[in-house]
């Protein structure tokens, strides 16, 4: 069984950095493409960041230059490092794996708020 939790959201002022983790289990974590998706309050998914296999990145315009995904195959750990954030980053953040987007975490809330 596939298993996704996420971690290291918060509260932070707009400026201000946060990593999220997400630690897998329960599939071959080192082959499979993932990615971040994130719902901010009342609006609709909107998909942040990707990562396949062989460590290229993909971002939204929206997070571009400003967020880094990277992965620990290792360990079986997604991450997202953000820095300089914004209000409008403020939203519940997924970890989904697959190009299917075949399962999600249950999110961690990240709000940035002054």
């Known amino acids: 069984e596939v298993h996704l939790v996420e971690s290291g959201g918060g509260l932070v002022q707009p400026g201000g950095s946060l990593r999220l983790s997400c630690a897998a289990s329960?599939?071959?974590?080192?082959?499979?493409?993932l990615n971040w998706v994130r719902q901010a309050p009342g609006k609709g998914l909107e998909w942040v960041s990707g990562i396949n296999s062989g460590g290229a990145t993909y971002y939204a315009d929206s997070v571009k230059g400003r967020f880094a995904v990277s992965r620990d195959n290792a360990k079986n750990t997604l991450l997202l490092q953000m820095n300089s954030l914004k209000p409008e980053d403020t939203a519940l953040y997924y970890c989904v794996s697959g190009y299917g987007m075949d399962d999600w975490g249950k999110g961690t809330l990240v709000t940035v708020s002054s």
């Open positions: 329960g599939f071959t974590f080192s082959g499979y493409y």
